[in-house]
């Protein structure tokens, strides 16, 4: 397992952007996926975003293709949520998670779609007026 914290949501206008970030301490050597996901008020949680710690390849949700934009820094222990263009529907709590393995957009459809137990962080919330 890894500690996961996150940052830096807000309340933004439509239109606006964010930048989440997600810090991990423990054996972040050991994740090889790290992704988004939210929880929008009554839905269920869904991925958002996912890229690999290797390669830094990366998928998305059909929903944000286009706006949103996942990286990561490998000698930070960090990776990086960039969301533009940001709509009401984006609305919801944003929970980054790290697995040491996945296909990404397999586990974007089923966070359980994946290798070793998952690790989640405390959530940000993500406002979009």
């Known amino acids: 397992h890894v500690q996961l914290v996150e940052s830096g949501g807000g309340l933004v206008q439509a239109g606006g952007s964010l930048n989440l970030s997600c810090a991990a301490t423990?054996?972040?050597?050991?994740?090889?996926?790290m992704g988004w996901f939210r929880q929008i008020p009554g839905k269920e949680r869904e991925g958002v975003a996912s890229?690999?710690?290797?390669?830094?390849?990366?998928a998305y949700a059909n929903s944000v293709k286009g706006r949103f934009i996942i990286s990561r820094d490998n000698i930070k222990s960090m990776w990086y949520l960039q969301m533009n263009i940001l709509k009401p529907e984006d609305t919801g709590m944003y929970y980054c998670?790290?697995?040491?393995?996945?296909?990404?957009?397999?586990?974007?459809?089923?966070?359980?779609?994946?290798?070793?137990?998952?690790?989640w962080g405390q959530g940000t919330q993500v406002t979009v007026s």
């Open positions: 998670a790290a697995v040491m393995g996945c296909s990404l957009a397999p586990w974007l459809r089923d966070p359980g779609q994946k290798e070793g137990p998952i690790s």
């Open positions: 423990g054996n972040f050597n050991r994740m090889n996926c």
């Open positions: 890229i690999t710690r290797i390669h830094g390849g990366t």
